[in-house]
Antibody, heavy 116, light 107 residues
Framework: EVQLVESGGGLVQPGRSLKLSCAAS????????MAWVRQAPKKGLEWVAT????????YYPDSVKGRFTISRDNAKSSLYLQMNSLKSEDTATYYC?????????WGQGVMVTVSS | DIQMTQSPASLSASLGETVTIECRAS??????LAWYQQKPGNSPQLLIY???SLADGVPSRFSGSGSGTQYSLKINSLQSEDVASYFC?????????FGGGTKLELK
């Protein structure tokens, strides 16, 4: 059974940093692109970052480019999202997702609140 | 960026009714479209991919269709467990983008 479990969320002040983690199990992690998708409270879904199988290629929308960094450790079947210079508009639930093309499995999500 | 426009934004329907949700892309996405269901308090789940392929474990009352820029999700014989928000998403071009969502409620 595919499982994705996020951790690392919480309350953080504007301008500070936070790192999210996602522990994957139930599939061969190194064979899949992985992604982060977020959802602001009562809002829709926004893709945040994608990483290739080896980690050599990463992709970001303009809204987070230069502030967020996605990475992975295939030996640990883990995905990460380093978030720097956080803004109030980054407040959201962050989901880890497997991405063969579409997002076929999602974690339960972790809440990040950016507020002073 | 490809804009995804969903309609309606909200929908109220009765048990047993057939429901259709539309999704329009700002350019041709060549059927590289997925639909997701998000029940209240839960994470999204994949329903449909490649515009019309049912994901594993999804009931056959769900179906997807469309091509080019116009796509739809149909739910036959609406059940109470179908109360949820539904999102379309294109994966033809980076950046990958979602529709604004449709909130489905029971009448």
């Amino acid at each position: 059974e595919v499982q994705l479990v996020e951790s690392g969320g919480g309350l953080v002040q504007p301008g500070r940093s936070l790192k999210l983690s996602c522990a994957a199990s139930g599939f061969t992690f190194s064979n899949y692109y992985m992604a982060w998708v977020r959802q602001a409270p009562k809002k829709g879904l926004e893709w945040v970052a994608t990483i290739s199988t080896s980690g050599s290629r990463t992709y970001y929308p303009d809204s987070v480019k230069g502030r967020f960094t996605i990475s992975r450790d295939n030996a640990k079947s883990s995905l990460y999202l380093q978030m720097n210079s956080l803004k109030s508009e980054d407040t959201a639930t962050y989901y880890c997702a497997r991405q063969p093309a579409f997002f076929d499995y999602w974690g339960q999500g972790v809440m990040v609140t950016v507020s002073s | 960026d490809i804009q995804m426009t969903q309609s309606p934004a909200s929908l109220s329907a009765s048990l047993g009714e057939t429901v259709t949700i539309e999704c329009r892309a700002s350019e041709d996405i060549y059927s590289n479209l997925a639909w997701y269901q998000q029940k209240p308090g839960n994470s999204p789940q994949l329903l449909i991919y490649d515009a019309n392929s049912l994901a594993d474990g999804v009931p056959s009352r769900f179906s997807g269709s469309g091509s080019g820029t116009q796509y739809s999700l149909k739910i036959n014989s609406l059940q109470s467990e179908d109360v949820a928000s539904y999102f379309c998403q294109q994966y033809n071009n980076y950046p990958w983008t979602f529709g604004g969502g449709t909130k489905l409620e029971l009448k």
